[in-house]
């Protein structure tokens, strides 16, 4: 038996945790705000710079929609929390 996300076969069960919230996707937010904490403690403007922690970021977020534990509105709820975050956060 699987998460109820469909189509995962009950592999989702030996990933995750039931009865745990899935929306937002936490692994998405910590990573998309430690991108965030790298670009901006190194001081990154230029595209080169910005695009390692990025593609990191964004590799993390689709893992668990490839594993089928999350669902893609999970992984994008987690992305915009994190940005929204960032954005309050941000000194000025």
Do not use: K, N, Y
């Not at 039931?18 to 996707?25: A, D, H, K, N, T």
């Not at 692994?27 to 230029?46: E, N, W």
């Not at 910005?50 to 893609?72: F, I, K, N, Q, Y």
């Amino acid at each position: 038996m699987g998460t109820g996300h469909g189509g995962d076969g009950g592999r989702a069960d030996t990933w995750c945790r039931r009865g745990r919230f899935s929306l937002p996707s936490r692994h998405t937010a910590t990573a998309v705000l430690a991108a965030g904490a790298c670009l901006h403690g190194a001081g990154a403007r230029g595209g080169p710079a910005r695009a390692a922690p990025l593609l990191a970021a964004t590799a993390e977020s689709a893992s668990p929609v490839c594993l089928g534990v999350h669902w893609p509105a999970d992984v994008i709820a987690g992305w915009f929390f994190a940005e929204g975050w960032q954005r309050l956060t941000r000194p000025r």
